[in-house]
């Protein structure tokens, strides 16, 4: 079983009150294929420039990552500068889109027929774009964010419609649906055709939401945040990745799925880019997974 992730790669320029890195490894492909590789094979799509550092593409490949859809074009890396005041909330200072302004997602032949696909949050023309590339996909799931629903809300309709699976945070499925209510907004989304929607709450954990089926994943209790950049991809990456190595839907599934994400997300936010999410093994992903586990008994 094999994942498709398809979102942007990018050098990332980050301040958090525990320090500050320049241009260093980020980008929601990297975040999720970093974190779905622990569970399933893992192909990408995205594009660099050749400002690219060779020991970043060294990288997937040590961790067997398919980078056949990786394109190295001329010009700069994608570039996001930000910083964090308050964990919850990132204050983007600078962005340059560079390469990625003219990203134009060709899936690799190998790569049409997979039966799972995580779209990242990119433009929904461009999602739209890769789903018509896939030849029978099973299982697709989505992101999204706040400047896609005010600035492309009928494409983003149209995707959402096609999909299994839409990750969006409080705000945003706010936003989408003018409701205050975040399950009366979930029952709404469903009904334009995803089975499930996915509701991220930050410290808060998370949430999913299906027909006659509702259930809340807590975090773990992380005690030194450093940088909670990528967070939200790292949840995805695990979360697919099981439900990859599962091949479906069902409820037991699911509940396990979002334990693994919310676990991999806990390991994403302990430093900066992605360096603990290199050093994480299985061992230590179950272990949290446990305790997470232990921590709702009752």
Sequence with gaps: ????????????????????????????????????????????????????PEAHLELLKEN????????????????????????????????QLNVF??????????YRKSRFIFLGNIDPTLQLQVLKQMEAPEIVACDTMNFWISGKKKELLEVIKRVNILLINEDEIRMLTNEKNILQAAEMIRKLGPEFVIVKRGEYGSLIYG????????IFPVKNVIDPTGAGDSFAGGFMGYITVKGNLEEHTIRQAMVYGTVMASFDVESFSLEKLKKVDFDQIDARKEKIRESVIF
């Design 101 to 110: 302004a003219d990203f134009n997602p060709e899936l690799p032949e190998s």
């Design 211 to 218: 027909k006659d089926f509702l259930f809340f994943a807590p």
């Design 64 to 95: 067997r990552i398919d980078t056949e859809g990786l394109k190295i074009v001329n010009g700069k890396t994608f570039h996001w500068k930000g910083r964090y005041n308050d964990f919850n909330r990132a204050e983007t200072l600078e962005t």
């Design 1 to 52: 079983m094999s994942l498709v992730i398809v979102a942007s790669v990018a050098l990332d320029s980050i301040k958090t009150p525990f320090g500050k890195v320049d241009k260093v490894l980020g980008g929601s492909v990297m975040y999720a294929s970093m974190s779905s590789k622990n569970f399933c094979h893992t192909k990408v799509v995205g594009v660099v420039g050749d400002d690219f």
